[in-house]
Protein backbone atom coordinates (compact mmCIF):
# COMPACT_ATOMS: atom_id res chain seq x y z
CA UNK A 1 0.00 0.00 0.00
CA UNK A 2 3.04 2.24 0.61
CA UNK A 3 4.22 1.77 -2.57
CA UNK A 4 0.84 1.77 -4.69
CA UNK A 5 -0.63 4.87 -2.65
CA UNK A 6 1.68 6.24 -0.25
CA UNK A 7 -0.36 5.11 2.66
CA UNK A 8 1.53 3.97 5.64
CA UNK A 9 -1.00 0.98 6.84
CA UNK A 10 -0.56 -2.81 7.56
CA UNK A 11 -3.88 -3.36 5.59
CA UNK A 12 -3.71 -4.85 2.13
CA UNK A 13 -5.20 -4.32 -1.43
CA UNK A 14 -7.53 -6.91 -1.92
CA UNK A 15 -9.60 -7.53 -5.50
CA UNK A 16 -12.75 -9.14 -5.48
CA UNK A 17 -12.64 -11.62 -8.47
CA UNK A 18 -15.37 -11.40 -10.93
CA UNK A 19 -18.17 -14.08 -11.78
CA UNK A 20 -16.38 -16.33 -9.06
CA UNK A 21 -17.88 -16.78 -5.52
CA UNK A 22 -16.64 -14.22 -3.07
CA UNK A 23 -13.44 -15.45 -3.89
CA UNK A 24 -10.71 -12.94 -3.50
CA UNK A 25 -7.30 -11.86 -4.19
CA UNK A 26 -4.61 -9.97 -2.20
CA UNK A 27 -2.52 -7.52 -4.65
CA UNK A 28 1.06 -8.12 -2.61
CA UNK A 29 3.57 -7.98 -5.75
CA UNK A 30 4.73 -5.69 -8.18
CA UNK A 31 5.92 -6.43 -11.67
CA UNK A 32 6.71 -4.33 -14.85
CA UNK A 33 5.25 -5.28 -18.46
CA UNK A 34 6.75 -3.94 -21.68
CA UNK A 35 8.68 -1.10 -18.98
CA UNK A 36 5.49 0.18 -17.12
CA UNK A 37 4.41 -1.16 -13.99
CA UNK A 38 1.59 -3.06 -12.29
CA UNK A 39 0.57 -4.62 -9.31
CA UNK A 40 0.15 -8.11 -9.08
CA UNK A 41 -2.07 -10.73 -6.98
CA UNK A 42 -2.00 -14.88 -7.11
CA UNK A 43 -4.27 -17.53 -5.32
CA UNK A 44 -5.61 -20.66 -5.68
CA UNK A 45 -9.54 -21.56 -5.90
CA UNK A 46 -9.88 -24.02 -3.26
CA UNK A 47 -12.53 -26.19 -4.63
CA UNK A 48 -11.18 -26.67 -8.16
CA UNK A 49 -7.30 -26.07 -7.85
CA UNK A 50 -7.11 -23.44 -10.84
CA UNK A 51 -4.52 -20.94 -10.35
CA UNK A 52 -5.95 -17.40 -10.63
CA UNK A 53 -3.66 -14.26 -10.99
CA UNK A 54 -4.78 -10.87 -10.77
CA UNK A 55 -3.21 -7.84 -12.64
CA UNK A 56 -3.93 -4.31 -11.32
CA UNK A 57 -3.36 -1.54 -13.28
CA UNK A 58 -2.29 1.51 -11.66
CA UNK A 59 -0.87 3.39 -14.24
CA UNK A 60 -4.62 4.09 -15.66
CA UNK A 61 -6.03 5.21 -12.24
CA UNK A 62 -9.08 7.45 -12.48
CA UNK A 63 -10.02 9.47 -9.96
CA UNK A 64 -13.40 10.33 -9.19
CA UNK A 65 -15.12 13.44 -7.94
CA UNK A 66 -18.03 11.44 -6.23
CA UNK A 67 -15.75 11.47 -3.35
CA UNK A 68 -16.01 13.31 0.09
CA UNK A 69 -14.20 14.12 3.04
CA UNK A 70 -14.24 10.32 4.55
CA UNK A 71 -13.69 8.53 1.34
CA UNK A 72 -11.80 8.83 -1.39
CA UNK A 73 -12.91 7.46 -4.66
CA UNK A 74 -11.28 5.78 -7.89
CA UNK A 75 -11.63 3.71 -10.56
CA UNK A 76 -8.62 1.05 -12.34
CA UNK A 77 -8.68 -1.52 -14.59
CA UNK A 78 -7.49 -5.04 -13.94
CA UNK A 79 -7.14 -8.32 -15.59
CA UNK A 80 -7.95 -11.53 -14.36
CA UNK A 81 -6.51 -14.91 -15.67
CA UNK A 82 -6.90 -18.34 -15.09
CA UNK A 83 -5.51 -21.60 -16.47
CA UNK A 84 -7.75 -21.03 -19.56
CA UNK A 85 -6.65 -18.76 -22.62
CA UNK A 86 -8.51 -15.88 -21.24
CA UNK A 87 -7.40 -12.60 -20.39
CA UNK A 88 -10.81 -11.06 -18.86
CA UNK A 89 -10.25 -7.01 -18.29
CA UNK A 90 -12.31 -5.43 -15.97
CA UNK A 91 -12.79 -1.89 -14.28
CA UNK A 92 -13.30 -1.60 -10.36
CA UNK A 93 -14.42 0.81 -8.27
CA UNK A 94 -12.85 1.48 -4.99
CA UNK A 95 -13.16 3.39 -1.66
CA UNK A 96 -10.45 4.17 0.22
CA UNK A 97 -11.86 5.33 3.45
CA UNK A 98 -9.48 8.08 4.79
CA UNK A 99 -9.99 7.34 8.55
CA UNK A 100 -8.88 3.15 8.35
CA UNK A 101 -6.83 3.52 5.34
CA UNK A 102 -8.53 1.05 4.18
CA UNK A 103 -9.97 -0.16 0.41
CA UNK A 104 -13.06 -1.55 -0.43
CA UNK A 105 -13.21 -3.30 -4.03
CA UNK A 106 -17.24 -1.97 -4.49
CA UNK A 107 -18.24 -2.86 -7.57
CA UNK A 108 -16.93 -4.44 -11.29
CA UNK A 109 -17.77 -3.80 -14.95
CA UNK A 110 -16.08 -6.42 -17.63
CA UNK A 111 -14.43 -4.88 -20.59
CA UNK A 112 -13.63 -7.77 -22.70
CA UNK A 113 -11.83 -11.18 -23.32
CA UNK A 114 -8.08 -10.50 -24.71
CA UNK A 115 -9.09 -6.85 -25.28
CA UNK A 116 -6.20 -3.65 -25.88
CA UNK A 117 -6.83 -1.02 -23.63
CA UNK A 118 -6.37 2.63 -25.09
CA UNK A 119 -7.53 5.49 -22.35
CA UNK A 120 -9.73 5.97 -19.63
CA UNK A 121 -11.45 9.23 -20.11
CA UNK A 122 -13.36 10.72 -17.22
CA UNK A 123 -15.47 14.25 -17.61
CA UNK A 124 -14.87 14.50 -14.16
CA UNK A 125 -18.55 14.58 -13.58
CA UNK A 126 -21.05 11.74 -14.42
CA UNK A 127 -19.26 9.63 -17.88
CA UNK A 128 -16.77 7.70 -17.86
CA UNK A 129 -15.36 6.56 -21.44
CA UNK A 130 -13.15 3.47 -22.03
CA UNK A 131 -11.56 3.53 -25.22
CA UNK A 132 -10.55 -0.02 -26.21
CA UNK A 133 -9.14 -2.09 -29.39
CA UNK A 134 -11.82 -5.39 -29.64
CA UNK A 135 -11.36 -8.14 -31.97
CA UNK A 136 -13.62 -9.07 -35.38
CA UNK A 137 -16.16 -11.17 -35.12
CA UNK A 138 -13.93 -13.65 -37.15
CA UNK A 139 -10.70 -12.31 -35.85
CA UNK A 140 -8.65 -14.63 -33.37
CA UNK A 141 -8.52 -13.91 -30.31
CA UNK A 142 -4.55 -15.16 -30.84
CA UNK A 143 -4.59 -12.13 -33.45
CA UNK A 144 -3.90 -8.33 -31.95
CA UNK A 145 -7.42 -6.37 -31.75
CA UNK A 146 -8.27 -3.64 -34.62
CA UNK A 147 -11.76 -2.49 -34.03
CA UNK A 148 -12.04 0.54 -31.95
CA UNK A 149 -15.19 0.66 -29.34
CA UNK A 150 -16.05 3.05 -26.78
CA UNK A 151 -17.30 1.94 -23.68
CA UNK A 152 -19.64 4.37 -21.65
CA UNK A 153 -20.41 3.86 -18.00
CA UNK A 154 -22.21 6.56 -15.69
CA UNK A 155 -20.35 7.04 -12.17
CA UNK A 156 -23.23 7.52 -10.31
CA UNK A 157 -24.86 4.42 -11.21
CA UNK A 158 -21.56 2.63 -10.99
CA UNK A 159 -21.32 3.87 -7.89
CA UNK A 160 -25.10 3.25 -6.40
CA UNK A 161 -24.63 0.12 -8.20
CA UNK A 162 -26.82 0.15 -10.53
CA UNK A 163 -26.63 0.06 -14.50
Same mark, same amino acid.
Given at each position: ?????? #???????????????????????? #??????????? @?????? @???????????????????????????????????????????????????? &??????????????????????????? &????? #?? @???????????????? #??????????????
Amino acid at each position: MLKLFN #INTSNQLIVNVPESHKEQCIINEL #IKVDSLGYAKG @TRTNEE @TGEKITVIFDYNNIVTINHSDKSVFRFISPFIVSGSGSGNFKYIGLFELNKK &TNNINHSDTRFLGDRIVLEKLDYDGNE &TLDII #IK @THRKEQSFSETPKVTK #ILKFNITNIINKKE
